[in-house]
C-alpha cells in the first residue's frame, strides 16, 4: 500500500543577538539635548513601553549580528552551520545593496551551496522569512532552514527627528526549521497593501555613485497605529480559522515588538491575559525584523515557551506589509 507521509517543518532551535552597547531612554535624552532636541524617559515609557535599546558599533554589521544569532540556534538545535540546506535572512538593513545578507552570513558560517537570499518586508520580514522557509519545506526544496532576522536601523535613524528616533534599536534572531512528520508551522498568512508605501520609509536610493533622496527612516506614527492595530486582529483570526484553532487555544503571543499599547489591544482583542504577551520592547525597542525571533529566543531561554506550547507570531510594518504564523513549539 503506497503510505504518503505529510511534510511539515518546525522550529528545532533558537538563538538571538544584541550588540552590547545600551542606551537607556535617559542616555538617549542627554545625547539628543546636545542637539537641542528634547525628549524624556517619561514620554517615551508612557507613549512606547519602550525604556532602553541596543545600538551597533559602527563597523558591526547587520550579518555580524545575524551570525551570532545564527550560531546560538545552530548550537540549540545541535547541527552544525554544514547540515543547513536553505538561509533567508529578513532585513531592512543590510550590509551591502547586493548581494544579499544571506550571501555573507552563508560565507561567515562556512556553509557553501545551499541557496541563501534576503527578505525584505521591513517589520514584517521574519514573519514572512519563516512562512517561505515553511513552504519550501514541505515542497521538498529544503529541510534544514535557517530563518534570521537582523537589522541595524540606528544606521538610519534621523537623530534630529525625535517621533521616530526614540523607537528603534539594533539586533538579531534566528531559529533552525527543519522538516518534520508533525507540525510545527500549523498555519501561515502574509499581507501587503503598498497604497500605503509612505507612511512608513526610507526614501533615499544609490544612483550614479550618489544617495539620491533621504536615506533616513519617515514615519506617519498615528497611520501606522490605526493600520497595525486592525490588520493584527484580522490576520490572527484569519491563522487560527486556517489551523481550525481558537483564541484560547493560544499559549503565548508574540507581535512584532513596536509599541506595547498595540501589542496590549491585539492581546485584548483575542481575549489573552496579558501574562500571555511576550514582552520584550521594554529592553530592546523596535528592532524591525529581528523584533520577533528576538523576543522567541528570549522567551524559551527564560522557559516560558516550552515544547508543545502553541505559539502566534504577529509581524506588521513598512510596505505596508502584515502577516501571522501560528505554531506548535
Ligand atoms: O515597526 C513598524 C510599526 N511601527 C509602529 O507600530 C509605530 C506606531 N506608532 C506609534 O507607536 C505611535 O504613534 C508613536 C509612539 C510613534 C507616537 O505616539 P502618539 O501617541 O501617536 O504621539 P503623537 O505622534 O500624537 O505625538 C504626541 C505629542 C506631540 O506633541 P503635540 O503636537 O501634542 O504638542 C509630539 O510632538 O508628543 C510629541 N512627541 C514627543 N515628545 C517627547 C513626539 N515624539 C516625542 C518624543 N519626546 N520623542
Not at 114 to 143: E, H, N
Not at 164 to 189: K, M
Not at 222 to 237: I, S, Y
Not at 249 to 271: E, F, G, V
Request: glycine share 10%; aromatic share 6%.
Amino acid at each position: 500500500m503506497n503510505h504518503i507521509q505529510a511534510r511539515f517543518s518546525r522550529i528545532t532551535g533558537t538563538g538571538s543577538y544584541l550588540p552590547p552597547r545600551r542606551l537607556t531612554n535617559d542616555d538617549l535624552a542627554a545625547q539628543l539635548a546636545a542637539d537641542g532636541i528634547e525628549t524624556s524617559d517619561q514620554w517615551i515609557v508612557e507613549r512606547t513601553g519602550i525604556r532602553a535599546r541596543h545600538f551597533a558599533e559602527p563597523d558591526v554589521g547587520s550579518s555580524d549580528l545575524a551570525v551570532e544569532a545564527a550560531k546560538r540556534a545552530l548550537a540549540a538545535a545541535n547541527r552544525s552551520a554544514g547540515d543547513i540546506d536553505l538561509i533567508i535572512v529578513a532585513t531592512s538593513t543590510p550590509d551591502m545593496v547586493f548581494p544579499s545578507d544571506a550571501c555573507i552570513v552563508q560565507a561567515k558560517l562556512g556553509a557553501h551551496g545551499c541557496p541563501a537570499f534576503d527578505v525584505q518586508a521591513v517589520c514584517s520580514g521574519f514573519v514572512y522569512a519563516l512562512a517561505v522557509a515553511d513552504s519550501m519545506i514541505k515542497t521538498g526544496a529544503a529541510s534544514k532552514a535557517l530563518v534570521i532576522g537582523a537589522e541595524v536601523f540606528s544606521r538610519i535613524l534621523d537623530f534630529k527627528d525625535r517621533t521616530t528616533c526614540v523607537l528603534f534599536g539594533d539586533g538579531a534572531g534566528a531559529v533552525v526549521l527543519e522538516a518534520s512528520n508533525e507540525p510545527g508551522i500549523l498555519a501561515s498568512e502574509l499581507h501587503a497593501d503598498g497604497r500605503h508605501v509612505g507612511i512608513l520609509c526610507v526614501p533615499g536610493t544609490v544612483s550614479g555613485g550618489r544617495v539620491f533622496g533621504d536615506p533616513l527612516l519617515k514615519m506617519d506614527g498615528q497611520a501606522v497605529f490605526k493600520l497595525a492595530v486592525g490588520v493584527l486582529e484580522n490576520v490572527a483570526r484569519s491563522v487560527l480559522a486556517k489551523a481550525s484553532r481558537a483564541d484560547a487555544d493560544i499559549d503565548w503571543l508574540i507581535p512584532h515588538q513596536a509599541n506595547i499599547r498595540i501589542m496590549q489591544s491585539t492581546a485584548k482583542k483575542l481575549k489573552l491575559p496579558m501574562e500571555k504577551l511576550i514582552v520584550t520592547v521594554d529592553e530592546h525597542g523596535n528592532t524591525s525584523a529581528a523584533s520577533i525571533p528576538l523576543a522567541l529566543d528570549q522567551a524559551v531561554r527564560s522557559g516560558k515557551i516550552r515544547p508543545g506550547d502553541t505559539v502566534m507570531l504577529e509581524g506588521v510594518g513598512g510596505g505596508f506589509t502584515w502577516g501571522a504564523v501560528l505554531l506548535d513549539f
